[in-house]
């Protein structure tokens, strides 16, 4: 089992570019989350899918910020007109059983996104 | 919205000492997860509790949902246990999106 996936590890990108960040989940798992990490907001919640459906993206910035789940085995976030405060690593997790006893989430090593 | 305060914000320990971090909740939560921040920045799954206590070797967790908060003790310290620790929880309402706390840095010296 290779855990979550995601790709690339690193990302540098010029301000009003866009970026597209992969996560491939556990293969198995029926939910997939989306956090990001910064020094000065801490690890934070962006989005999630259950089967493949949006649940809930609160988190997530409304303007530039799209997450989608085409298929059980991948996961996108992309991020329009990249500005330097998006700068973070961001953080995929899965999970067997959301809300059940399999709850467990497990995370990807994560993209660090850097915006010049 | 959703607390989770989590302290100490740092603890230095001497190797084969030992002390306990500590997250309260402010809502009702579900469960609770305590990870490992290595420096390399990976999440490590340290415990995942729906309640009770859990043990593994050094390290030890509880959770009480009544009483909103999680411990994870650390016994015998040793180098490799140097760190991030974060708790995260999941809240009683049946959104499955966990809340972490701040992370508590944690230097093991010699």
């Known amino acids: 089992n290779a855990g979550v996936i995601q790709t690339p590890r690193h990302k540098v990108t010029g301000k009003g570019q866009e970026a597209t960040l992969w996560c491939e989940p556990i293969?198995?798992?029926?939910?997939v989350f989306w956090y990001r990490q910064t020094i000065v907001q801490g690890l934070e919640f962006l989005t999630y899918f259950r089967n493949q459906a949006p649940i809930d993206d609160s988190g997530m910035p409304k303007e530039r910020f799209s997450a989608q789940m085409p298929n059980q085995s991948h996961s996108t976030l992309k991020i329009q007109s990249t500005q330097p405060q998006d700068s973070a690593v961001y953080l995929c997790?899965?999970?067997?059983?959301?809300?059940?006893?399999?709850?467990?989430?497990?995370f990807g090593p994560g993209t660090r996104l850097t915006v010049l | 919205g959703d607390q989770v305060e989590q302290s100490p914000s740092a603890l230095s320990l001497h190797e084969g000492t030992g002390s306990a971090l500590r997250c309260n909740f402010t809502t009702t939560m579900r469960a609770v997860q305590w990870f490992q921040q290595n420096s390399r920045g990976s999440l490590i799954n340290l415990f995942y509790?729906?309640?009770g206590t859990k043990e593994n070797g050094r390290l030890k967790s509880t959770f009480n949902s009544k009483e909103s908060y999680s411990t994870l003790h650390i016994r015998d310290a040793q180098l490799e246990d140097s760190g991030t620790y974060f708790c995260?929880?999941?809240?009683?309402?049946?959104?499955?999106?966990?809340?972490f706390g701040a992370g508590t840095k944690l230097t093991i010296k010699p």
């Open positions: 509790l729906a309640s």
């Open positions: 995260a929880a999941e809240a009683n309402y049946g959104n499955e999106k966990i809340t």
């Open positions: 997790a899965s999970s067997l059983d959301p809300g059940g006893n399999y709850a467990e989430q497990f």
């Open positions: 293969s198995g798992h029926s939910a």
